[in-house]
C-alpha cells in the first residue's frame, strides 16, 4: 500500500466525524475471481470524490457494494455513521434515503414522463400528495437546469444531456446529502459534459453534497474532483488530489494522467 493510502486510512476520530461513507476491509468476489481484497476507503463530508481504475477493477462493482445491491463477501460499509451490516433496519433505512443515485444513461422509465421519472422516488417511499409530489418534482427539474416544458415528455425525446440532467434531479428530489454517480459524462459531447460539470459543482456548493463519481473523464476528473480514489491491485491503491498522485512511482497511474489524453485535460486547466 502506498504512503498516499495509508494515511487516509488512519485518520484521527475528528475526521472520522466528517466521513460521509466508510468502507473498511472489504472484499468482493465472484465464484473463484476475487474482484476486491482488504479495500478500505473514507468519503469525506462535502467532497467530491472520483474513483477510477482499468477496465475490470470494479468500479460499478464497488458503487453498488455501497448501495448494497451487491452484498460483499467480508467488510463493512458505514453510512452517516450507520453500519450497513449491523444497524437496526429503521436505521439502515433512514441511511439509504441520504443517498441519491444516478447510474449510467440516467435509467430512466421509458413508459413514464420525466415529470412522472423524478417524482417516482416520492412515490414510493414517502406519503406526499399527488399534487406536492408534481410541484417537488417540477422544483427539481429547474433546480438541473431543464424547461418546465420537458415535464410531460418521455426520455426518448430527450437529448442525451437532457436525460442525464433529469436522472439527477430524480436522484436529487429525497434531498440527500450524498449522490453516488456512475459514469456521468459517459456518451455525453464536450460541451453537455462540461455543463455537467459546472451544474455538479453549483449543487455541491448550494446543497453541500458529498459526491462519490465512478468514470473514464479525464477533463471531469480535473474540474470538479477534490480527490481521486484509485482502484488497482483489488484495493484503493491511492487516493489524493490528481497533482499528488502523479508523483507517484505506479505504471497505471502515469499512464493515465501523463498520456495524451490526460495531459490534455491538464492544459484545459492551467
Not at 37 to 42: A, G, Q, S, V
Not at 250 to 263: D, L, M, N, S, V
Amino acid at each position: 500500500m502506498t504512503q498516499t493510502a495509508q494515511h487516509n486510512s488512519s485518520r484521527t476520530g475528528a475526521e472520522e466525524a466528517g466521513t460521509a461513507i466508510s468502507l473498511r476491509g472489504i472484499c468482493n468476489r465472484f465464484g473463484s475471481q476475487l474482484v476486491h481484497e482488504h479495500l478500505d476507503l473514507d468519503i469525506q463530508k462535502g467532497e467530491i470524490l472520483g474513483l477510477i481504475g482499468g477496465s475490470g477493477s470494479g468500479k460499478s462493482v464497488l458503487l453498488r457494494t455501497i448501495l448494497g445491491l451487491n452484498r460483499q463477501s467480508a467488510g463493512s460499509v458505514t453510512v452517516m455513521g450507520v453500519n450497513m451490516e449491523k444497524a437496526p433496519e429503521k436505521e439502515r433505512s433512514k441511511a439509504r434515503q441520504q443517498w441519491g443515485v444516478l447510474f449510467q444513461e440516467g435509467a430512466l422509465f421509458s413508459s413514464l414522463s420525466v415529470g412522472e421519472n423524478i417524482a417516482f422516488p416520492l412515490r414510493e417511499f414517502t406519503s406526499v400528495s399527488q399534487q406536492m409530489r408534481e410541484a417537488i418534482a417540477r422544483m427539481k427539474l429547474s433546480f438541473v437546469g431543464l424547461p418546465q416544458d420537458a415535464f410531460d415528455k418521455l426520455p426518448g425525446e430527450l437529448s442525451g444531456g437532457m436525460k442525464k440532467r433529469a436522472g439527477l434531479a430524480r436522484a436529487l428530489v429525497m434531498d440527500p446529502a450524498i449522490l453516488l454517480l456512475d459514469e456521468p459524462t459517459a456518451g455525453l459531447d464536450p460541451l453537455s459534459a462540461a455543463a455537467f460539470d459546472a451544474l455538479l459543482l453549483k449543487l455541491r456548493a448550494s446543497l453541500n453534497l458529498t459526491v462519490c463519481m465512478v468514470t473514464h473523464d479525464l477533463d471531469s476528473l480535473y474540474a470538479v474532483c477534490d480527490r481521486v480514489a484509485v482502484l488497482a491491485e483489488k484495493r484503493i491503491y491511492a487516493v489524493d488530489s490528481i497533482d499528488a498522485l502523479m508523483t507517484l512511482d505506479y505504471p497505471w497511474i502515469q499512464e493515465y494522467f501523463t498520456g495524451p489524453r490526460g495531459r490534455a485535460a491538464r492544459r484545459g486547466v492551467d
